[in-house]
């Protein structure tokens, strides 16, 4: 699953097939097909969860009190095969500056 983060605003979205935006605005993204997905702004920080662990965890939510259960959530690297960093009126892919 991907999600962008606003540094802004701390908003955290999930993405989706269609454009969807953080609570103020400076950043947003959308999945362009099952796997790829673009975003932008420069507030922008793009994160994953691990599918198959957030789906354990869901399962095996505990009932009580007490800690709740872990899964893998991660900052998707700058330079990434399945998450490009887009401008916004363009629509084209920018450089990544990861160097």
């Known amino acids: 699953m991907k999600l962008i983060y606003c540094c ?6 999930k993405l989706l097939h269609h ?20 975003y932008w702004g420069d507030t922008a920080v793009p994160l994953g969860f691990d599918n198959t662990s957030f789906g354990m965890t869901l399962e095996e939510q505990p009932k009580g009190p ?5 899964f893998v959530a991660f900052v998707i690297p700058k330079s990434c095969p399945t998450m490009a960093k ?14």
């Open 86 to 99: 887009i401008d916004p009126v363009n629509k084209i892919r920018l450089p990544d500056d990861s160097d």
């Open 66 to 70: 007490g800690p709740g259960k872990r």
């Open 8 to 13: 802004h605003c701390q908003d955290v979205v």
């Open 19 to 38: 454009e969807r935006h953080c609570d103020c605005g400076r950043c947003g993204g959308h999945y362009i097909n099952q796997l790829h997905a673009v």
